[in-house]
């Protein structure tokens, strides 16, 4: 075994114990995010990057939140069951709630981050007519289940659908050693 395929196993591993994680506290994070009030969601900063209304409600960030200017910690404190669940995740980077107005569309688009990440969307409230396409693949969320795909791989999503689309969105860092965000 090469030392990148020892890699590559444990980065699956980490990946399965987090989407677990995620997918057994979906009642408390689908609680906390459907109470949040519209006015409490912020639109995703780069506007060239979308149609519609992206909105998000940022829980743990290393530079997004900053450039929002939001406060994390009141949004921990508002979702405090949330943040109990994220703060335990091993490698997290990025993390909060990812809401989709009806017609609205991510266009195409791969991270550029230098460190490498994985994706996590947990789906929480999913409309028909609402999807990802991820390396040409076009898949759906389900509500209660994790999609876990690579940051860096051509991806978008769409809102076809009459209501909004919810989400909690989280990035992992592959080598865990680099810590999570505050």
């Known amino acids: 075994m090469t030392s990148s395929d020892a890699s590559a196993g444990a980065d699956a591993a980490a990946t399965a114990r987090v989407t677990a994680a995620l997918e057994q506290a979906f009642p408390v994070l ?6 949040l009030a519209r006015s409490e969601w912020w639109a ?3 506007r060239d ?5 992206w909105l ?3 829980l743990v960030s290393r530079q997004l939140a900053v450039g929002l200017g939001c406060d994390l910690e009141a949004h921990r404190r508002r979702c405090p069951g949330s943040w109990e ?4 995740l091993p490698g997290l980077a990025e993390a909060g709630f990812s ?3 009806p017609n609205t569309h991510i266009y195409p688009h791969a991270e550029e981050v230098a460190s490498a990440t994985r994706r996590v969307h947990l789906g929480l ?3 028909e007519g609402a999807a990802i396409r991820i390396g040409g693949v076009l898949q759906s969320w389900r509500p209660g289940r994790c999609l876990t795909f690579d940051g860096h791989v051509l991806h978008e999503a769409a809102n076809l659908g009459a209501s909004p689309r919810t989400i909690l969105l989280c990035d992992l860092l592959r080598d865990p050693e680099r810590g999570a965000a505050p």
């Open 125 to 127: 409230r999913i409309p």
């Open 49 to 53: 990057a979308y149609q519609g209304e």
């Open 56 to 58: 998000i409600y940022p």
């Open 85 to 88: 669940v994220l703060r335990a």
């Open 30 to 35: 689908l609680e906390e995010s459907s109470r």
């Open 99 to 101: 809401r989709l107005e």
């Open 44 to 46: 995703w900063p780069q």
